[in-house]
Nanobody, 123 residues
Framework: QVQLVESGGGLVQAGGSLRLSCAAS????????MGWFRQAPGKERDFVIG???????YVADSVKGRFSISRDNAKNTVYLQMNSLKAEDTAIYYC?????????????????WGQGTQVTVSS
């Protein structure tokens, strides 16, 4: 069982930056692929970025060049660095964990989810 807790969301002006954190419980964090998804009101939950157990990253086209992901296995934490934020990045951001070797890009492939953190970008 893995519990995920996101933090770091908030209100930021367009062009600004935020760093989200996702802290995981359990001793097997390093064996999970981690992903970040986001969901805006009335829209589906979309893949944003992910990192495999080996550190390989996968980035959605919509955030390529602006967002990055990293993980610190010693701290059981994955980070989402968001730069050059736009109003369309406004959403609830969720982190998720999957026990597989690769990073899934569809929500139903993930085993565990955090409760989400709100990111609001004002234009």
């Amino acid at each position: 069982q893995v519990q995920l807790v996101e933090s770091g969301g908030g209100l930021v002006q367009a062009g600004g930056s935020l760093r989200l954190s996702c802290a995981a419980s359990g001793r097997t964090f390093s064996s999970y692929a981690m992903g970040w998804f986001r969901q805006a009101p009335g829209k589906e939950r979309d893949f944003v970025i992910g990192i495999s157990r080996s550190g390989r990253t996968y980035v959605a086209d919509s955030v390529k060049g602006r967002f990055s992901i990293s993980r610190d296995n010693a701290k059981n934490t994955v980070y989402l660095q968001m730069n050059s934020l736009k109003a369309e990045d406004t959403a609830i951001y969720y982190c998720a964990a999957d026990a597989g070797r690769i990073v899934p890009t569809t929500p139903n492939r993930y085993d565990y989810w955090g409760q989400g953190t709100q990111v609001t970008v004002s234009s």
